[in-house]
T-cell receptor, first 114, second 119 residues
């Protein structure tokens, strides 16, 4: 069964600290993996996207890594800010269907305290 | 910021009412989607469209219906709302890949969502 599991479910950190969010998937075949940021009451916004051949991708203070062999990805946030408080969702796409189906994780709820 | 809009943002209605959730995008995207999301849970695809006059059901069974008469517009309708329909509904759009497949660089752009509460 194709699945995307994220950990931790929730995380509280102090402003200025770094953190790393994890995503494990069993989706096969694999096309790409995206990290989205979803603010409360808003729709998800794409942060990074990585294909099979990419190991790392950065977007400002956000750095995503991908190990396609172990089917693991991480999102590292550097020097966290209050505005980083949001849900971070890992989304994996397969290439087996004409839709390029997306599999969503449940997200990690990050809270940054001052 | 993506040019995709949803109205209303919040809706509280009684059981049995007919409702239509609006979604519009000004990016000219062919593919559009409706997702349902409950708190702390993953997004579930309920409907999608490849273009005008194309509508398909998603993975999650839904009593809602959709239409795609214009490229920019993808409304979702519930004929008779029930408390079990209480949820957040997210609309998204993306550019169509070469053969109708999601390409590695394709990204879905989401609207702000509609929070529906059925009493």
């Amino acid at each position: 069964k194709n699945q995307v599991e994220q950990s931790p479910q929730s995380l509280i950190i102090l402003e200025g600290k770094n953190c790393t969010l994890q995503c494990n998937y069993t989706v096969s075949p694999f096309s790409n993996l995206r990290w989205y940021k979803q603010d409360t009451g808003r729709g998800p916004v794409s942060l990074t996207i990585m294909t099979f051949s990419e190991n790392t991708k950065s977007n400002g203070r956000y750095t995503a890594t991908l190990d396609a062999d172990t089917k693991q990805s991480s999102l590292h946030i550097t020097a966290s800010q209050l505005s980083d408080s949001a849900s971070y969702i890992c989304v994996v796409s397969d290439r087996g269907s004409t839709l390029g189906r997306l599999y969503f994780g449940r997200g990690t709820q990050l809270t940054v305290w001052p | 910021e993506a040019d995709i809009y949803q109205t209303p943002r919040y809706l509280v209605i009684g059981t049995g009412k007919k409702i239509t959730l609006e979604c519009s995008q000004t990016m000219g995207h062919d593919k559009m989607y409706w997702y349902q999301q409950d708190p702390g849970m993953e997004l579930h695809l309920i409907h999608y469209s490849y273009g005008v006059n194309s509508t398909e059901k998603g993975d999650l069974s839904s009593e809602s219906t959709v239409s795609r008469i214009r490229t920019e517009h993808f409304p979702l309708t519930l004929e008779s709302a029930r408390p079990s329909h209480t949820s957040q509904y997210l609309c998204a759009s993306s550019e169509l890949g070469g053969q109708g497949e999601t390409t590695p660089t394709e990204t879905q752009y989401f609207g702000p969502g509609t929070r529906l509460l059925v009493l």
